[in-house]
Antibody
Framework: QVQLVQSGAEVKMPGASVKVSCETS????????VNWVRQAPGQGLEWMGW????????NYAQKLRGRVTMTTDTSSSKAYMELRGLRSDDTAVYFC??????????????WGQGTLVSVSS | DIQMTQSPSSLSASIGDRVTITCRAS??????LAWFQQKPGKAPRSLIY???TLQSGIPSRFSGSGSGTDFTLTISSLQPDDFATYYC?????????FGQGTKLEIK
């Protein structure tokens, strides 16, 4: 069965960086994209970006550009999201989510369990 | 960015009720619209894509409709497991954007 298992919770100081991993199984990794979505406490969902696992192409939300990097390791079927220059408003649960290709569009179908990143001094 | 506006923001309903949630896009997104369900402390669950196509394993009491800028999610007969927050998302243009959510509560 399709599974996306994320790394554990992180506590970081302001200005630090965090790297969240997403280990996938149950499907051909390079046939699907990986999206990253975050959710601040008590708030809605915010799409952060997307990486094509076959080409490495990325598309990041404008507000995060310059601070976020999404990568993959096809040998281990893992995806990573690194966020730098952390601020208190980056405190959120970060989700990876599989993206299925429908023609040129990517639809989210399966989700990881989420990783809480807390930013506090 | 395309703004997605859901209404209502919250809704109280009873088991067996028919419920409709609306999502409006700030510009034409064709039918590139998805719906998700989320329960407290859990990851979202994908329900519908392409405005009306059910994801695998989703019960048939869920249905979606719409095209262009106006979309609806309908639950034909509410079950206890359906009380959750629902989000729409457009994936026509980057950045993909979500609605603010509709919280469905038990009356």
């Amino acid at each position: 069965q399709v599974q996306l298992v994320q790394s554990g919770a992180e506590v970081k100081m302001p200005g630090a960086s965090v790297k969240v991993s997403c280990e996938t199984s149950g499907y051909t990794f390079t046939s699907y994209a990986v999206n990253w979505v975050r959710q601040a406490p008590g708030q809605g969902l915010e799409w952060m970006g997307w990486i094509s696992t076959s080409t490495g192409d990325t598309n990041y939300a404008q507000k995060l550009r310059g601070r976020v990097t999404m990568t993959t390791d096809t040998s281990s079927s893992k995806a990573y999201m690194e966020l730098r220059g952390l601020r208190s408003d980056d405190t959120a649960v970060y989700f990876c989510a599989r993206g299925a290709w429908i023609q040129r569009w990517v639809i989210i179908d399966y989700w990881g369990q989420g990783t809480l990143v807390s930013v506090s001094s | 960015d395309i703004q997605m506006t859901q209404s209502p923001s919250s809704l109280s309903a009873s088991i067996g009720d028919r419920v409709t949630i609306t999502c409006r896009a700030s510009q034409d997104i064709n039918n590139y619209l998805a719906w998700f369900q989320q329960k407290p402390g859990k990851a979202p669950r994908s329900l519908i894509y392409a405005a009306s196509t059910l994801q695998s394993g989703i019960p048939s009491r869920f249905s979606g409709s719409g095209s262009g800028t106006d979309f609806t999610l309908t639950i034909s007969s509410l079950q206890p497991d359906d009380f959750a927050t629902y989000y729409c998302q457009q994936y026509n243009l980057f950045p993909y954007t979500f609605g603010q959510g509709t919280k469905l509560e038990i009356k």
